[in-house]
């Protein structure tokens, strides 16, 4: 594990995101943050490899009007996913979910990829894209609940083998310059 010193916030507001420079991409470098504390993050992963760099980004919202759930969970080996009821409730149109894996494999994509989806106000599900034959994951997953002037659009899109793009409606159409993609 790595730690990182950061500027004190309230977890409840605040969400982390994390990239990693270098290296190779084998699994063993998939990595996991989490708030240790107000004031340091810690990245993990599940063996050893390869030399990272992390680059790491924290977000405190301001305002009254936004909550952070924080949790990590693991996933057993030959497992499809798991489902995780809240302790907080929160408004699927204005939620969204970040995830991270780390896994004690060198060499299995398909261990570690994962969707997460708000199937309710209360359960977050975590669904894993195979099972058959996978080794157990570490998840660790931020619900990030936005304020009354948010609006969260979420769906999917299939992609068939042979295609280099997919593209996926809005709709609402949204403004570009208040929006961002996860």
């Known amino acids: 594990a790595a730690t990182a ?9 605040a969400m982390s995101l994390l990239t990693i420079d270098g290296g190779d991409v084998l699994i063993s470098n998939y990595t996991t943050v989490e708030f240790n504390t107000p004031s340091e993050l810690i990245m993990s ?9 992390y680059n790491w980004y924290v977000v405190q919202f301001q305002g009254s009007d936004v909550l ?4 990590f969970t693991q996933v057993a080996e030959a497992s499809g996913g798991r489902s995780i009821t809240l302790s907080i409730s929160v408004n699927t149109a204005k939620a969204f979910v970040l995830l991270t894996a780390s896994a004690p494999v060198t060499n299995a994509v398909h261990d570690v990829l994962f969707t997460a989806e708000l199937v309710n106000s209360n359960t977050l599900t975590l669904t894993r894209f195979q099972h058959t034959n996978s080794k157990a994951v570490s998840l660790a997953y931020q619900i990030i609940e936005l304020g009354s002037d948010v609006n969260v659009q979420r769906g999917n899109v299939a992609m068939s083998g042979t295609a280099l793009t997919a593209t996926a409606t809005l709709s609402p159409a949204i403004d570009p310059s208040k929006a961002f993609v996860i």
Do not use: F
Not at 5 to 13: C, E, L, R, Y
Not at 45 to 53: A, P, V
């Open 68 to 71: 952070a759930q924080h949790g």
């Open 5 to 13: 010193a950061i500027t004190t916030v309230d977890t409840a507001k």
């Open 45 to 53: 992963r599940g063996t050893t490899g390869s030399t990272n760099d």
